[in-house]
């Protein structure tokens, strides 16, 4: 594959628009909406930052109250509105709204497969990358605390493991990721495999 130091915008495009690879036994794209039951369409946004010397990805705490997802880490985003124009669009808007990184400072890049959670959220997780300098501003009801992590550490697809939990009377499956005390798991490590699975294939 190529490495995380030597990406730029054009080729994590090309990677990203290419066929994704066939699911492996750790991929979590299974459905989770019944057939015919209603989605609630979102999308969020996967930050690569370019820092100097090494690609970072930006992440999200979400605060301890709310009542979706409290306290896990996340990528920015939310549910599309009526205004939004397109996927990217609504990734872009939540992203300002949750923590201040302008537009302008995004280009989108791609796509990853749609993501389906148990809650009834069907997610399009939309690539963008990052050029600094930007100023954050935390939206202090949802957004608790934001970090980055090197890109190599996520693109390493051996670092993903698979859990299991019980939830009304079914076992659930999720991919976790620790990455230096923190937990990543369930939607956002996901998302994290499937790129580091489109990477590994297509660079």
């Known amino acids: 594959m ?19 690879p066939p699911p492996d036994a750790r991929d979590l794209h299974m459905s989770f909406i019944p057939a015919g039951a209603k989605a609630t369409e979102a999308a969020v946004l996967v930050p690569i930052v370019n820092r100097k010397g090494a690609l970072q990805v930006l992440l999200t705490q979400r605060t301890s109250h709310l009542s979706d ?4 880490i996340s990528f920015p985003g939310g549910r599309v509105e009526l205004e939004d124009a397109s996927r990217e669009d609504t990734a872009l808007r939540e992203t ?17 497969p749609l993501y389906e959670i148990p809650s009834g959220f069907r997610i399009t997780p939309i690539v963008g990358w990052v050029e600094p300098p930007f100023d954050l501003k935390l939206d202090a009801f949802e957004v608790a605390s934001v970090f980055e992590a090197p890109l190599a550490h996520f693109v390493d697809a051996g670092r993903y493991q698979r859990r299991e939990y019980r939830f009304k009377g079914r076992h659930r499956h999720y991919m976790a990721i620790p990455y230096q005390g923190r937990y990543i798991w369930g939607a956002t490590a996901g998302m994290l495999y499937s790129l580091a699975r489109m990477l590994n294939a297509n660079g």
């Open 2 to 20: 190529t490495s995380p130091v030597q990406l730029t915008p054009a080729v994590l495009r090309e990677s990203l628009a290419r066929t994704a």
């Open 69 to 72: 997802h409290a306290g896990q």
């Open 96 to 112: 300002e709204e949750e923590i201040g990184l302008a537009r302008t400072r995004v280009t989108i890049v791609g796509r990853l």
